[in-house]
């Protein structure tokens, strides 16, 4: 039986360690969650005669989709197509949402005889985007900030918002469609295991292909699984998957997500149990806005390892190394040691970030430009920061802070942030303001919601 209502949430990511090693099978990454959510809201729409899907995210100017859907013949999946219908703007290809909708719905259609048609909202908390001018004044409609700008027009803060969105949405049309398979309840932890592998699985399957590559996945299995040790995926899993429309593809789906016999077996290694900063301690990032460019970075570091592999190698195994030392560090952390107890922490973080600069500096990629150090070095002198990184793949968009959880610290790293500027870097970087965003690590993946988070918002 249907839900007629359902909404479902998912978290943003920050990778605070393992940049560049997690694209590997051979390494792993330490994500984690973020407090900053996006939500899908979904309902049945009120005209059942159509076979239509409604898309909005009310927050920005001009945010709406809308889609048909049919099946194909020969297996091949449904179809998602846009229609433009009367809207004064012509709206652009959200390729995320279009693509999401088709795998999920192919997958569901596995399950269920007929699909209904569906009015979408989508809601992000307002740290994913760097605010606009006019809308810091603005009063918040519960607990969402009405942007007042088109969705091209807003900057990112790099929290993994088009994960999200893919996993939340996945999730929220699996619990719509299909909510006796998303474990009961109280559900058992094996249901609960089996409905999150599903969720993952066809959400990764979702995003690479939204994003024409199969990417590591760490942004995805941190939306759908929260803060946790990550060990990407085969790629061939979804390599051989085929494309949406050839003949087959719907029982292909199926067969992969669910790890069907005769399927790729997904083989990506999650763990959640050795991932936890201590009591009285908390990550925080920085939205540095400074119109940077960073373009092919990945490939470029890639490059240089494989031209130089045995050099590479002793690097890449020096960082893991380094990066398991981050993590038991962070588990030992304490409110009630005194300060010299997390200097060792503190000395960890500076050997890993020596390493990442040394890559840097070899592959000739800004991972820790010389910007972010000085950014990085100014808040690790300030009384309760214990030091800092740049995440992912670096850059000069974001710092991430471990800090103790107190009133003075934060005040203290406020006061430092409104008087810095950011140096400009010629060909890469324009100068530019440092912004304290309001998340922190957050241990939870997907959750439903109390609908009434979304009342103010209805049409």
Known sequence: MLHQETAVSAPGKVLLAGGYLVVDRAYTGLVFGLSARIHVHIRASVDRSSSEISVRSPQFKHADWRYTYRELEDDAGIEIKQIQGEQSVPQ???GFIETTLAYVLTYISCRITELVPLSINIFADSDYY?????SHDQEP??????????????????LGSSAALVTALTAALLSFYIPSEQGSSPASTTQIRKAQARVHNLAQAAHCNAQGKVGSGFDVAAAVYGSCIYRRFSPSILEDLGGLGSARFRLRLQDCIDDSEGSKIWDTFINKDGVRIGKGFRLVLCDVDCGSETPGMVKKVFAWRKENPGEAALLWETLQRGNEDLRCGLNELSSSAPIDA?????NIIFTNRSLIREMSKKADVPVEPLSQTHLIDACSALPGVVGGVVPGAGGFDAIVLLIRDDTETIDGLRRLLAEYHVEAVPGHASAGKVRLLGVK????GIRAEDLSLYSDWKQ
Do not use: C, W
């Open 441 to 444: 690590q957050e241990m939870e």
């Open 342 to 346: 997390y200097e060792n922490l503190r």
């Open 141 to 158: 409609a519960g607990r969402f900030l009405d942007f007042g700008v088109p969705l091209s027009s807003a900057n990112k803060t790099g």
């Open 130 to 134: 760097s605010h606009s001018p006019g």
């Open 92 to 94: 652009a290809r959200n």
